[in-house]
């Protein structure tokens, strides 16, 4: 029988404080402790929504935070265990308040720049989460739209990079381009602490409706089952992003563009690519725009569950957590194209790897499988033209007098 305990999670020589002492500490932020007339450290909230959802008891839920408090720390003093690949100084740099070290250099990076829109935990409920639109990125998924990885894969560290520094047009992100490489690293490392940890929380939550009778509800406290069966397959899959990367063919330097972007609207009207579906037939967004994105998708279809129920104290206990722990769902339309903006990035590539790939998370999907890899570069012109199309229906450029005046 294994007797492992969850103080053998951590076992690496040399790393502060003992596991014991960790514990306890995260046990009295789990439970408030924090003493007389003493400000209140900073504190990871519990994913309610999935918590309620499984029907987690009170013990159970404490349970998950504990765990995860021991896993990962605090915001105000994070843990990377070796399994995630992670790299605690960068941690570090970010995490905990605002302040300067010893030298200068500025700390609490997540939280200057990050936490009022994406929450401390990155669950996208931070105080100015409610008044943007579209939302923040709730991180605890692990599920990103814009990368140069294939549908289902986690974005590289670049795509992160890219994301950081540029921003994402069309939406309340922005560019962090003044950031030094050094601080842009430490928030990419951060929010991907802040994505395991959240996935790390999703898979302890889940993992209570495949306990036997014996286990009287409670999980177990193994390093083989919080490290090996929880821990390790999220962190993997952040690992291996870079072997996901798409690939894509060049497009040939003598491309002739006129008819490229007539074989684009072709496929972009047609069977195949059928962009006309979402994207309408003006490419303004026109088309079907009554569809969420995944994040938001989860709230209306428990929202829809909890009002059919007829179990009338699970329904006001979810009613609770619903006010409380999420934000009030919105649809997701689709990009009007006719505007040049473009979230995940203008580049030609960018617009490659959202019409090969879709988008994940979103109801865009992928033209890999029923487009030739070669002639999405067909789509790509032709979408690139449309705020300049000055002979169709509608278009950026289009004069506002009718020719038929002159």
Request: proline residues 7%; contains cysteine; charged residues 25%.
């Amino acid at each position: 029988m294994n007797t492992t305990t969850s103080a053998d999670i951590r076992h690496t020589e040399g790393q502060r404080p003992a596991w014991s002492v960790k514990i306890v500490l995260a046990l009295l932020v789990v439970l408030g402790g924090t003493g007389c007339g003493a400000t209140p450290p900073a504190w990871f909230r519990l994913n309610m929504v999935e918590a309620t959802k499984q029907k987690l008891t009170s013990d159970q839920e404490r349970q998950v935070a504990t765990l995860l408090a021991a896993m990962f720390g605090t915001p105000d003093d994070p843990v990377a265990l070796p399994e995630t690949g992670l790299d605690e100084a960068k941690l570090r740099l970010a995490a905990g308040p605002v302040r300067s070290d010893i030298v200068g250099r500025k700390n609490g990076l997540y939280r200057e720049h990050c936490a009022h829109c994406h929450g401390v935990t990155g669950d996208a409920l931070g105080p100015t989460a409610a008044f943007l639109n579209p939302y923040p990125r709730d991180y605890r998924p692990g599920i990103y739209k814009f990368k140069s990885t294939e549908r289902a894969d986690k974005p590289t560290h670049a795509d992160m990079t890219r994301i950081l520094k540029n921003g994402i047009p069309g939406t309340s992100m922005p560019s962090f381009a003044l950031l030094s490489e050094t601080q842009i690293d430490a928030l990419v490392e951060y929010v991907k602490y802040l994505s395991i940890r959240g996935e790390t929380e999703l898979g302890l939550i889940r993992a209570y409706f495949e306990l036997d009778d014996d286990a009287e509800g409670k999980l177990p406290e193994t390093r083989e089952f919080l490290v090996g069966e929880v821990l390790e397959p999220v962190a993997e899959k952040w690992k291996t992003a870079a072997d996901a990367l798409i690939p894509v063919p060049e497009m040939p330097a003598d491309i002739d563009m006129v008819a490229s972007i007539a074989k684009g609207r072709e496929l972009f009207y047609g069977d195949k690519a059928n962009c006309v579906k979402c994207h309408g037939p003006t490419a303004m967004g026109d088309g079907q725009a009554n569809d969420y994105d995944d994040w938001n998708k989860t709230i209306v279809e428990w929202t829809k569950e909890v009002v059919g129920t007829d179990d009338k104290q699970w329904a006001s206990r979810a009613h609770r957590v619903l006010d409380g722990d999420s934000l009030e769902p919105r649809t997701i339309p689709p990009r009007n194209l006719r505007r040049g903006i473009y979230r995940g990035g203008r580049r030609p590539l960018d617009l490659y790897y959202r019409i090969h790939a879709g988008i994940n998370g979103a109801p865009m999907p992928a033209a890999k499988g029923t487009v030739p890899p070669e002639d999405i570069w067909h789509i790509v012109n032709y979408v690139q033209s449309l705020p300049y199309e000055l002979d169709g229906e509608l278009g950026a450029d289009r004069p506002m007098v009718a020719r038929d005046r002159f």
